[in-house]
């Protein structure tokens, strides 16, 4: 430690220099999910609570399965960078690279489940 | 060495003395309703690999999704929804520039705490 200079100490620990794309993308998202969750929750909403041979022939329509299918994918997209955010503020040390690699591989996971399922009901 | 006391630094105790504030309060709330969504947005996406998989997945999930408790859950991700959506839209209209004073920022938080409230019960009114 004693040997470590000024320098050395501070090299690495600034700027990532990738800030900016990570809050492009929040920002493209988030105006890409206005109008899309007014949409969601109003195709969605209508829907939720008919019985089943109700719920297959709605989605067998483009436009509601095309909502649901925009909004999982963007809504996991800004999801995933909201809780890296989340994350890299409130998890320190040796944990927070797997509970980052786990919530962004969540996020995927949910956002694949989303859309094959609709594309599933709407083929 | 230019610092030897590196790492006992005194720290400022901000999350302990401060008092809360409208600013503050809707600040975290952008960040919990944003993330509690996880929970109402898999339950949904739950209830459409349901309805892709069969009547009976389909029965299992939806008996969920409408039980009290699932309605409870949905009605409280409505409201987050809105929420985050109206707080969202104050974050785009400040890195415009815009509103940034107190006066406008208050008014604004207000606007997003009302405007939640009020879009839900319309919502829920309307479906």
């Known amino acids: 430690m004693a040997y470590l200079t000024d320098r050395k100490r501070a090299t690495g620990l600034g700027s990532a220099r990738e800030g900016t794309h990570h809050h492009w993308q929040m920002i493209v998202t988030a105006v890409l999910l206005l109008p899309l969750i007014v949409l969601f929750v109003f195709t969605f909403g209508a829907i939720l609570g008919e019985p089943y041979e109700v719920v297959v022939a709605y989605y067998a329509r483009p436009f509601p399965a095309l909502v649901a299918g925009l909004t999982f994918l963007v809504g996991f997209v800004h999801f995933r960078g909201g809780v890296q955010t989340l994350i890299e503020d409130y998890v320190h040390g040796p944990a927070r690279k797997p509970v980052l690699i786990g919530m962004i591989g969540l996020s995927y996971a949910a956002a694949a489940v989303g859309v094959f399922a609709v594309a599933r009901l709407a083929l | ?127």
């Open chain 2, 1 to 127: 060495m230019a610092d030897v006391n590196r790492g006992n630094r005194p720290l400022s105790p901000h999350m302990s003395i401060w008092k809360w504030q409208l600013n503050s309060i809707t600040s975290i709330l952008t960040r919990i309703t944003g993330n509690a969504l996880l929970i109402g947005a898999l339950l949904v996406v739950w209830w459409f690999i349901a309805a892709a998989t069969g009547p009976e997945a389909f029965a299992v999930a939806d008996g969920v999704i409408t039980s009290w408790f699932g309605k409870l859950v949905m009605l409280g991700s409505l409201w987050a929804l809105w929420y985050h959506s109206l707080a969202g839209l104050r974050h785009l209209i400040w890195d415009s520039g815009r509103m940034l004073e107190m006066a406008d920022a208050d008014r604004l938080g207000w606007i997003v705490v009302g405007g939640s409230v009020l879009l839900t019960v319309l919502t829920v009114a309307i479906l």
